[in-house]
């Protein structure tokens, strides 16, 4: 199985920071893409950062320079670096792959991580 695991949510005041981290762990060949998004209570799951290669990134335009989407690819983990961190971030934020499963199969698979609530307080 592949699984993806989050953490490093929590509660913040405004204006201060926080680290998420997500891994993926089980039995895979290798991730093509990693990103994050966010769903608040009534909304809809919206795109936050998505990491394609080292070299393409996109942000959603409410997050562009206050969040930092990194991966460490030795560790099939990805980072979300959240600075001045506002109310309207609140939601929970979640972890999404795109892995390649099997070596025979060069078509990624989508995966989700369960989940991990950070909520910004004023």
């Known amino acids: 199985q592949v699984q993806l695991v989050e953490s490093g949510g929590g509660l913040v005041q405004a204006g201060e920071s926080l680290n998420l981290s997500c891994a993926a762990s089980g039995s895979f060949f290798s991730i093509n893409a990693m990103g994050w998004y966010r769903q608040a209570p009534g909304k809809q799951r919206e795109l936050v950062a998505r990491s394609i290669s080292a070299g393409s990134t996109n942000y959603a335009d409410s997050v562009k320079g206050r969040f930092t989407i990194s991966r460490d690819n030795a560790k099939n983990t990805v980072y979300l670096q959240m600075n001045s961190l506002k109310p309207e971030d609140t939601a929970v934020y979640y972890c999404?792959?795109?892995?390649?499963?099997?070596?025979?199969?060069?078509?990624?698979?989508?995966?989700w991580g369960q989940g991990t609530q950070v909520t910004v307080s004023s």
């Open positions: 999404n792959a795109d892995i390649r499963v099997r070596y025979l199969f060069r078509h990624g698979t989508e995966f």
